[in-house]
């Protein structure tokens, strides 16, 4: 049975509630141990603010001394009371989320993956919430992946689960057993990016240069993504400039047995956004100061070209600045007329190990942006963003301009070599 008892009084179950409804907090005893709920909410970075919380379990012995949560389930393990225990956190989180007197927010409830197969535990954890009167759509039911054997049925468990209204998040994804076939098995509302994921991208320039892409990727795929563990600013940095949409972590609040503060964790956020704006503009002004020469003398290429000078002649004062790759021509439709300009006594032993690619006489580059923002608009020279380029797998820039030659609407354009910069980190 679960009793509440006052915050501060855990081990004394005779004491009557606290005349303060939202001061209450509930507790069960199971075994030698003393069993309660505290919360660790999770922040929409858009909204600043608490979005939901996570029910968490703190146990206690007799001794009033903290036991880890895998101690206790450890235990129920070892009994054979799993699934009993199981239901035990689910009661208690439930019980003491309903007491923090909050209207909108989700909660977020780790639940064994067998639990979920159980009849009996899913009829008495619906008729505990029909008692609380709190609706499935409040309640996020967070799974870790399991055996690749039993996944099918957790999918399954899952759907029926999601039919009756409930969200359903994959968590610590990235760990373990993790890949993209259980987000597509489960199919998600939200994934929950393992702590791991963000360390290694605090930590390492490739990883960090990775998460935005991975980011997107699950956005494309229809999925909200939430970055758990974050506890640095720095990390806290990187959740935020890779666009996730919730964030959880000791930076922005730990868990309490009460609602977040709010205008902590909205401060943090603000100053996010408003150092991220300031990263921005930064990376924007170094950008283009690095670009200028090679924008001045691509310009004055497209120039001589359009007067029909010969592409071989007009592009050398491009391909004599640091770092200048290639220049080559397109065709209205994307395709390359003619070969690659390059110097070749500055990119040929680059260029050889990747020979099956050197000759582009004829390959289509329509899919390019480069080319797309040429044709879309012709009235300027356009810039990419740092991409991989094919002929070296280095990271590389591309100007491009819209140039008629002859009546002919082409695109002239020019590669740059594109190492990070200081704090110009490529993006």
Same mark, same amino acid.
């Given at each position: 049975?679960?009793?509440?008892?006052?915050?501060?009084?855990?081990? $004394?179950?005779?004491?009557?509630?606290?005349?303060?409804?939202?001061?209450?907090?509930?507790?069960?005893?199971?075994?030698?141990?003393?069993?309660?709920?505290?919360?660790?909410?999770?922040?929409?970075?858009?909204?600043?603010?608490?979005?939901?919380?996570?029910?968490?379990?703190?146990?206690?012995?007799?001794?009033?001394?903290?036991?880890?949560?895998? =101690?206790?389930?450890?235990?129920?393990? +070892?009994?054979?009371?799993?699934?009993?225990?199981?239901? #035990?956190?689910?009661?208690?989180?439930?019980?003491?989320?309903?007491? #923090?007197?909050?209207?909108?927010?989700?909660?977020?409830?780790?639940?064994?993956?067998?639990?979920?197969? !159980?009849?009996?535990?899913?009829?008495?954890?619906? $008729?505990?919430? !029909?008692?609380?009167?709190?609706?499935?759509? /409040?309640?996020?039911?967070?799974?870790?992946?399991?055996?690749?054997?039993?996944? %099918?049925?957790? $999918?399954?468990?899952?759907?029926?689960? +999601?039919?009756?209204?409930?969200?359903?998040?994959?968590?610590?994804?990235?760990?373990?057993?993790?890949?993209?076939?259980?987000?597509?098995?489960?199919?998600?509302?939200?994934?929950?990016? !393992?702590?791991?994921?963000?360390?290694?991208?605090?930590?390492?320039?490739?990883?960090?240069?990775?998460?935005?892409?991975?980011?997107?990727?699950?956005?494309? *795929?229809?999925? #909200?993504?939430?970055?758990?563990?974050? &506890?640095?600013?720095?990390?806290?940095?990187?959740?935020?400039?890779?666009?996730?949409?919730?964030?959880?972590?000791?930076?922005?609040?730990?868990?309490?047995?009460?609602?977040?503060?709010?205008?902590?964790?909205?401060?943090?956020?603000?100053?996010?956004?408003?150092?991220?704006?300031?990263?921005? &503009?930064?990376?924007?002004?170094? /950008?283009?100061? /690095?670009?200028?020469?090679?924008?001045?003398?691509?310009?004055? *290429?497209?120039?001589?070209?359009?007067?029909?000078?010969?592409?071989?002649?007009?592009?050398?004062?491009?391909?004599? #600045?640091?770092?200048?790759?290639?220049?080559?021509?397109?065709?209205?439709?994307?395709?390359?007329?003619? +070969?690659?300009?390059?110097?070749?006594? =500055?990119?040929?032993?680059?260029?050889?190990?990747?020979?099956?690619?050197?000759?582009?006489?004829?390959?289509?580059?329509?899919?390019?942006?480069?080319?797309?923002?040429?044709?879309?608009?012709?009235?300027?020279?356009?810039?990419?963003?740092?991409?991989?380029?094919?002929?070296?797998?280095?990271?590389?820039?591309?100007?491009?301009?819209?140039?008629?030659?002859?009546?002919?609407?082409?695109?002239?354009?020019? %590669?740059?070599?594109?190492?990070?910069?200081?704090? =110009?980190?490529?993006?």
């Amino acid at each position: 049975m679960v009793t509440p008892v006052r915050e501060h009084a855990a081990r $004394a179950p005779a004491l009557e509630p606290d005349a303060t409804p939202s001061a209450q907090r509930h507790v069960l005893r199971h075994r030698d141990f003393t069993l309660t709920s505290v919360f660790q909410p999770v922040f929409s970075l858009s909204h600043m603010r608490a979005v939901g919380y996570e029910g968490l379990l703190r146990a206690h012995d007799i001794f009033d001394r903290p036991v880890p949560p895998l =101690d206790v389930f450890g235990d129920a393990a +070892r009994h054979g009371e799993m699934h009993y225990v199981d239901r #035990l956190a689910q009661s208690l989180h439930l019980e003491n989320f309903k007491a #923090l007197r909050v209207e909108r927010e989700w909660l977020f409830l780790n639940i064994h993956a067998g639990a979920l197969a !159980d009849s009996y535990h899913a009829a008495a954890f619906r $008729a505990h919430l !029909d008692r609380l009167e709190l609706s499935p759509r /409040r309640i996020v039911i967070e799974l870790q992946a399991v055996r690749a054997e039993d996944f %099918d049925k957790l $999918a399954e468990e899952a759907g029926r689960f +999601r039919e009756q209204g409930f969200l359903i998040a994959l968590d610590d994804f990235g760990a373990g057993d993790s890949n993209l076939e259980r987000i597509w098995q489960l199919d998600p509302d939200i994934v929950k990016v !393992d702590r791991m994921m963000l360390s290694q991208a605090a930590h390492r320039t490739q990883a960090a240069a990775i998460l935005p892409g991975f980011v997107s990727m699950l956005h494309e *795929a229809g999925k #909200l993504v939430l970055v758990e563990g974050v &506890e640095t600013e720095h990390e806290a940095q990187l959740a935020f400039s890779c666009d996730v949409d919730f964030v959880q972590g000791f930076y922005f609040g730990r868990p309490n047995p009460s609602v977040a503060d709010s205008v902590y964790a909205g401060d943090r956020i603000a100053a996010l956004a408003e150092r991220h704006r300031t990263r921005i &503009e930064a990376r924007e002004r170094m /950008r283009a100061g /690095r670009l200028a020469p090679y924008v001045q003398a691509f310009g004055r *290429a497209g120039e001589r070209l359009a007067q029909g000078e010969p592409i071989e002649e007009v592009c050398w004062n491009f391909l004599a #600045l640091d770092h200048a790759a290639r220049c080559f021509l397109l065709d209205e439709h994307g395709r390359q007329a003619g +070969r690659n300009v390059v110097l070749r006594a =500055d990119r040929a032993g680059q260029e050889a190990r990747f020979a099956p690619v050197a000759d582009a006489q004829g390959a289509n580059w329509m899919r390019r942006p480069y080319f797309n923002a040429a044709i879309d608009a012709p009235d300027r020279i356009h810039a990419t963003k740092p991409y991989l380029s094919i002929n070296e797998a280095l990271p590389c820039v591309t100007l491009s301009m819209a140039v008629r030659i002859d009546e002919r609407l082409c695109v002239l354009c020019g %590669d740059i070599d594109w190492q990070p910069d200081g704090d =110009d980190d490529g993006v």
